[in-house]
């Protein structure tokens, strides 16, 4: 407002002022009451407002920790699960290396028996005995009765 006194009969006479004066002092306390009063309203609704975004924020932490803790019991049952698996492809890792060394170790000693066997057929080519002047196929179907037959003629 303007900051002049309403426009009313004012106090000519000291009672009047004093009565005057009197109503300020009342209005004065009853603002006064009444700032405390809403000063005190704001403090508990601010107090009520605190309290319900602490909640709020406290609610939402919760969950997410309880994610957070459902995550990792989680990722601990798959690390244990990949632990078992690289170990298992360890042993079949191991487990191949030594089939393949004895795979080689095989493939050499063939190799040596096939040397041998035709080694040995050589041999036995060399050894076998030849018998000439006698007409091919004339031993009929039992060539050993025929050798004991005609050899010692």
């Known amino acids: 407002m303007s900051g002049k006194k309403p426009s009313g009969s004012p106090a000519k006479t000291p009672s009047a002022k004093r009565k005057q004066s009197e109503g300020d002092g009342v209005d004065a306390n009853i603002a006064s009451s009444v700032s405390v009063a809403i000063e005190l309203a704001l403090a508990r609704q601010q107090d009520s407002l605190e309290a319900a975004v602490i909640r709020a924020v406290q609610g939402a932490i919760d969950g997410m920790r309880n994610s957070i803790d459902n995550l990792e019991r989680k990722v601990e049952a798959y690390m244990e699960t990949v632990k078992e698996l690289v170990a298992k492809v360890d042993r079949v890792q191991a487990e191949t290396r030594a089939m393949k060394r004895e795979v080689s170790s095989n493939t050499s000693g063939l190799e040596k028996m096939r040397l041998k066997v035709a080694s040995l057929e050589d041999q036995d080519r ?22 004991q037959d005609m050899l010692p003629k």
């Open 126 to 147: 060399r050894n076998n005995v030849r018998i000439t002047g006698i007409a091919t196929g004339r031993e009929g179907g039992d060539a050993i009765a025929f050798l």
